[in-house]
T-cell receptor
Framework: EAQVTQNPRYLITVTGKKLTVTCSQN?????MSWYRQDPGLGLRQIYY???????DKGDVPEGYKVSRKEKRNFPLILESPSPNQTSLYFC????????????FGSGTRLTVV | DQQVKQNSPSLSVQEGRISILNCDYT??????FLWYKKYPAEGPTFLIS?????DKNEDGRFTVFLNKSAKHLSLHIVPSQPGDSAVYFC??????????FGTGTSLTVIP
């Protein structure tokens, strides 16, 4: 089944404790992206990647890191999480042949206390 | 500054009638527009897209209209069904790179 898999689905952590949210896609898509969803703000892009070893900042990159060492994986790293990073995070992938329509993962609910 | 705006947070429609969801954008460089549907506890699902060289794209019950001069797009759902009840996001990009999303419109289709 074609899908984007994020882990974990839910995570509660403490301020300052480094964490990684993994994202993997099995569709051989070139594009991958991370979004966060907050009430009243919609989906905001954190980082995106056009291909392996090519990443770029989105709208709200502060406090986040990404890497794209393999085509299928695009982990999101929070080096020192803070409470304002409490949010719902989505990973997505796409390929030009799909008309740029992103396939999204099921989301990761992160709470930083 | 919000480059893509959905000014109606919610919309209620009777089953069988037309649902019209609206979206406005500010960046004239945007050349690709998409609509997504999102159910609770799930990721958004791609619904339909349109490029700036077109003014209309149809896919079954869903039609997207683009008015470039007004920087406005709309999604029409005809006929509306209870299963269409969800949050709808519009999104826009220039050259398919960074996508900007609206804040979403929650559609309720009343049986």
């Amino acid at each position: 089944e074609a899908q984007v898999t994020q882990n974990p689905r839910y995570l509660i952590t403490v301020t300052g404790k480094k964490l990684t949210v993994t994202c993997s896609q099995n569709m051989n898509h070139e594009y991958m992206s991370w979004y966060r969803q907050d009430p009243g703000l919609g989906l905001r892009q954190i980082y995106y990647s056009m291909n392996v070893e090519v990443t770029d900042k989105g709208d709200v990159p502060e406090g986040y890191k990404v890497s794209r060492k393999e085509k299928r994986n695009f982990p999101l790293i929070l080096e020192s999480p803070s409470p304002n990073q409490t949010s719902l995070y989505f990973c997505a992938s796409s390929s030009p042949g799909t008309g740029f329509g992103y396939t999204f993962g099921s989301g990761t609910r992160l709470t930083v206390v | 500054d919000q480059q893509v705006k959905q000014n109606s947070p919610s919309l209620s429609v009777q089953e069988g009638r037309i649902s019209i969801l609206n979206c406005d954008y500010t960046n004239s460089m945007f050349d690709y527009f998409l609509w997504y549907k999102k159910y609770p506890a799930e990721g958004p699902t791609f619904l339909i897209s349109i490029s700036s060289i077109k003014d209309k794209n149809e896919d079954g019950r869903f039609t997207v209209f683009l008015n470039k001069s007004a920087k406005h797009l709309s999604l029409h759902i005809v006929p509306s069904q209870p299963g269409d009840s969800a949050v709808y996001f519009c999104a826009a990009s220039a050259l398919g790179n960074q996508f900007y999303f609206g804040t979403g419109t929650s559609l309720t289709v009343i049986p």
